[in-house]
């Protein structure tokens, strides 16, 4: 007959060794649907050091976050060449403003920077891609078939998905508004 004190351990492993099981089928993390595992180390931001720019970009304390996965419409940039907005620029820099200030939680993914050192991020508010809610509102195309998954296929799929399922944008696509508009200095 089992001691007390090894029954209690013999239940302990069996419960951590299901919990393990769990986790592994189903992930450890909400934003992994379907159970495929990927796990992801969020950084919840502080909302009060939040400075919005554009659709696609805003200030973080004393660096730059570009959202992964989006290009947004164009707004005056002086700075780099732009003089003009692009048509639904302002729209789409007012619904990221809102979304970010008007949300529980934000949190931050980070990639890397790109060659303007800006960091490129999945951003997440209230537990949900940024990147979706701009493609589903129509004021972003998606980039994931340019520049590929950036190492977040779950993550990538999902924002494929949602411009599979969404609207057209009604704008040119950035890139080639900018190629249009923009000065070299």
Same mark, same amino acid.
């Given at each position: 007959?089992?001691?007390?004190?090894?029954?209690?351990?013999?239940?302990?492993?069996?419960?951590?060794?299901?919990?393990?099981?769990?986790?592994?089928?189903?992930?450890?993390?909400?934003?992994?649907?379907?159970?495929?595992?990927?796990?992801?180390?969020?950084?919840?931001?502080?909302?009060?050091?939040?400075?919005?720019?554009?659709?696609?970009?805003?200030?973080?304390?004393?660096?730059?976050?570009?959202?992964?996965?989006?290009?947004?419409?164009?707004?005056?940039?002086?700075?780099?060449?732009?003089?003009?907005?692009?048509?639904?620029? #302002? %729209? =789409? &820099?007012?619904?990221?403003?809102?979304?970010?200030?008007?949300?529980?939680?934000?949190?931050?993914?980070?990639? +890397? @920077?790109?060659?303007?050192?800006?960091?490129?991020?999945?951003?997440?508010?209230?537990?949900?891609?940024?990147?979706?809610?701009?493609?589903?509102?129509?004021?972003?195309?998606?980039?994931?078939?340019?520049?590929?998954?950036?190492?977040?296929?779950?993550?990538?799929?999902?924002? #494929? %998905? =949602? &411009?599979?399922?969404?609207?057209?944008?009604?704008?040119?696509?950035?890139?080639?508004?900018?190629?249009?508009? +923009? @000065?070299?200095?």
């Amino acid at each position: 007959m089992l001691s007390r004190r090894r029954y209690i351990l013999i239940t302990g492993l069996i419960a951590l060794g299901l919990l393990s099981v769990f986790l592994k089928k189903w992930g450890s993390n909400p934003w992994a649907e379907g159970g495929r595992g990927e796990h992801y180390s969020l950084i919840r931001i502080d909302k009060s050091a939040i400075r919005p720019d554009d659709g696609d970009t805003f200030f973080y304390k004393d660096f730059v976050i570009r959202i992964l996965g989006i290009d947004a419409p164009e707004i005056i940039h002086k700075e780099h060449g732009i003089f003009e907005d692009q048509p639904y620029g #302002l %729209k =789409a &820099a007012a619904m990221t403003a809102d979304l970010l200030r008007n949300a529980k939680v934000v949190e931050y993914l980070p990639f +890397q @920077k790109d060659k303007y050192g800006r960091l490129l991020a999945h951003v997440f508010v209230d537990e949900e891609l940024l990147a979706i809610r701009l493609i589903r509102a129509g004021l972003a195309y998606e980039t994931i078939s340019y520049f590929g998954d950036n190492g977040f296929p779950v993550l990538a799929e999902r924002i #494929l %998905k =949602a &411009a599979q399922e969404s609207p057209k944008p009604p704008f040119e696509r950035p890139y080639r508004w900018r190629r249009k508009h +923009q @000065k070299k200095q």
